[in-house]
């Protein structure tokens, strides 16, 4: 009785292990095994550079590019944020796009410079790209909007996190001449200038003393290096508005109502009234760019 059940075993052993060594189980067992967690993201320098020449500021996080620019007459203004280097959820493409306009210098000279733009919206971007030419707007060249490089700069959140700051858009308006010949318009420096910070002394400056617009708040960046998980989320870390406001200095004259010692903070107050949190803002900062904001928001 012995012999007829070894022999059983035996083959029950051998088939087991023909199954178990086979191409098709190893794969059928690879996919069933549990998914390798995505590797987490992590922040890069968005270097600022500016050109003397033709008053447009440019952002890269290439370091080769940064040094090809700084060879080319550009200056560096050193590191302007952090941005992500791969998309996590709650965060959205910095898209850059390329213009060459025509420039005047100081004496006269006439030559082609690049402008860039950096936005979120994807409207934007495709509006730009497929807009015609407009030498007698623009600057007296025939050059349309292009994607510069890949077409993005990197990756910003869309809501503030915690441990983010505003990455607040200033536009310089187009200032014109004519050109040499008589006929064509050519751009004076900073004219179609798109400028980008975090530093509300900055923005400041820019609206009141260089001419430039205010365009909105294009993301959220972070101002120190740090390493995003692949599970982030706006929504995971959501921010009190009163915290928030009195962590920006701001202080509490009555519920609801908040009264900021700087612009940035005003903004803030102002988006979180927007939405029903708070109920009142004013500044103590500069009263003439209050009632610039006032108009835009």
């Not at 993005?152 to 050109?179: E, M, S």
């Not at 803030?268 to 939405?275: G, V």
């Given at each position: 009785m012995t012999r007829p059940v070894t022999i059983s075993f035996l083959l029950i052993v051998g088939l087991l292990s023909l199954v178990t060594t086979s191409p098709l189980f190893r794969r059928a067992n690879a996919h069933a095994a549990p998914n390798t967690p995505p590797p987490s993201v992590h922040t890069v320098p968005l270097y600022r550079l500016y050109s003397p020449s033709t008053g447009i500021n440019f952002y890269t996080t290439d370091v080769n590019r940064r040094l090809e620019a700084m060879g080319a007459g550009w200056s560096s203004e050193g590191v302007a944020a952090h941005i992500l280097n791969g998309q996590a959820p709650g965060t959205v493409a910095l898209n850059v796009l390329v213009i060459q306009l025509r420039f005047v210098g100081p004496k006269g000279n006439e030559f082609n410079g690049a402008a860039f733009t950096f936005t979120t919206s994807q409207h934007e971007k495709e509006q730009k790209l497929h807009e015609e030419p407009r030498p007698s707007q623009m600057g007296g060249t025939n050059y349309p909007w292009e994607l510069?490089?890949?077409?993005?700069?990197?990756?910003?959140?869309?809501?503030?996190?915690?441990?983010?700051?505003?990455?607040?858009?200033?536009?310089?308006?187009?200032?014109?001449?004519?050109?040499?010949n008589l006929v064509d318009r050519v751009c004076r420096p900073a004219s179609h200038d798109y400028f980008y910070t975090t530093s509300e002394d900055e923005k400041a400056n820019a609206l009141t003393k260089s001419g430039?617009?205010?365009?909105?708040?294009?993301?959220?960046?972070?101002?120190?290096?740090?390493?995003?998980?692949?599970?982030?989320?706006?929504?995971?870390?959501?921010?009190?508005?009163?915290?928030?406001?009195?962590?920006?200095?701001?202080?509490?004259?009555?519920?609801?109502?908040?009264?900021?010692?700087?612009?940035?903070?005003?903004?803030?107050?102002?988006?979180?009234?927007?939405?029903?949190?708070?109920?009142?803002?004013?500044?103590?900062?500069?009263?003439k760019v209050q009632a610039a904001m006032d108009k835009l928001l």
């Open positions: 510069d490089g890949s077409g993005i700069t990197g990756y910003v959140a869309q809501k503030q996190l915690v441990g983010t700051v505003p990455l607040y858009r200033l536009y310089h308006p187009g200032q014109l001449q004519v050109a040499a430039y617009k205010f365009v909105g708040i294009e993301g959220y960046v972070w101002p120190q290096p740090t390493s995003v998980g692949p599970h982030l989320s706006a929504d995971s870390a959501p921010i009190n508005a009163d915290t928030d406001l009195l962590n920006r200095g701001c202080t509490r004259p009555g519920v609801g109502s908040y009264k900021c010692p700087t612009i940035g903070g005003y903004e803030a107050c102002e988006s979180y009234r927007k939405n029903g949190k708070v109920t009142a803002c004013t500044t103590s900062a500069n009263q």
